[in-house]
């Protein structure tokens, strides 16, 4: 479930933060993989060392660790920090990837051969249904801070700049909808269009640090339940049945 708010978090990020309508789509498709690499680096790990590293229980926790401290670490991400928003969500992205297909091979080893097929439904329903609300716990908190923050901020924002109050909030109603709305604001200035601007992404800001804060509760359960797991060590041998 703490791979949800990465999947909202790093996205967010990507579309208001790093890029804008000008940005060259081989650039917004690089970043856009970023996830993608990090699942990919994290599963070729497990693959190619997990067989000789052992301790099983270890390399489920450690990776839960890491996925949970840079996930939670993208709170500290701003626009000036592209490179580091880029290695957090890389690194967060390559925990999940060890520890999701090492999960796996615990719900396998974890049933009798006549149950898989029950402990696997159960781990997918768990998977989807708890995915969810996951989702939409995420995407309401991020909803919730980024319009009270706008709503509060850009207003004043827009008259410190020198707009009538008429002028602000209908700069903060036509900022979502991009700039070609934006333009047709009346008494819009090129210093107010800035500063609201810059608030605007400030919002989102927020709203990002309080959805990778949020997560942290998810990815603190999971670490906490890596002390519980079976020491599948044992099965870990050229058997198959």
């Known amino acids: 479930m703490f791979y949800y708010a990465n ?4 996205p967010t990020m990507l579309s208001v933060y790093f890029t804008t309508p000008t940005t060259p789509p081989h650039i917004v498709y690089w970043l856009a993989t970023v996830q993608d690499f990090g699942i990919f680096t994290g599963a070729m790990l497990l693959a190619f060392f997990g067989r000789h590293v052992q301790y099983w229980n270890f390399q489920m926790g450690v990776p839960i660790t890491i996925m ?16 580091m928003g880029i290695a957090f969500a890389f690194l967060s992205s390559m925990g ?4 999701q297909y090492l999960s796996i091979v615990y719900i396998q080893f974890g049933a009798d051969q006549t149950k898989l097929g029950i402990s696997g439904s159960l781990a997918g329903v768990a998977r989807y249904a708890g ?14 801070v980024q319009s009270s923050w706008a709503t ?12 009538s109050p008429a002028t602000a909030s209908a700069v903060l109603a036509a900022l979502p ?9 009346q008494g819009l ?3 107010i269009a800035q500063a609201a601007g810059a608030a605007f992404v400030t919002s989102y800001v927020e709203g990002v640090k309080k959805v990778a804060f949020a997560s942290l509760g998810f990815g603190g359960l999971a670490i906490i ?5 079976e020491d599948i060590g044992p099965k870990m041998n050229e058997q198959i049945e």
């Open 7 to 10: 999947n909202i978090t790093w």
């Open 68 to 83: 949970t401290f840079f996930g939670a670490m993208c709170a500290y991400i701003t626009p000036e920090r592209e490179g």
């Open 96 to 99: 999940y990837g060890h520890a």
């Open 131 to 144: 995915g969810a609300v996951a989702v939409t716990l995420f995407l309401t908190i991020l909803s919730t």
């Open 152 to 163: 509060t901020h850009i207003i004043a924002t827009a008259e410190a700049a020198g707009a």
């Open 177 to 185: 909808l991009g700039a070609a709305a934006l333009e047709q604001v």
């Open 189 to 191: 200035t090129t210093a």
């Open 225 to 229: 339940a890596c002390f519980f797991l």
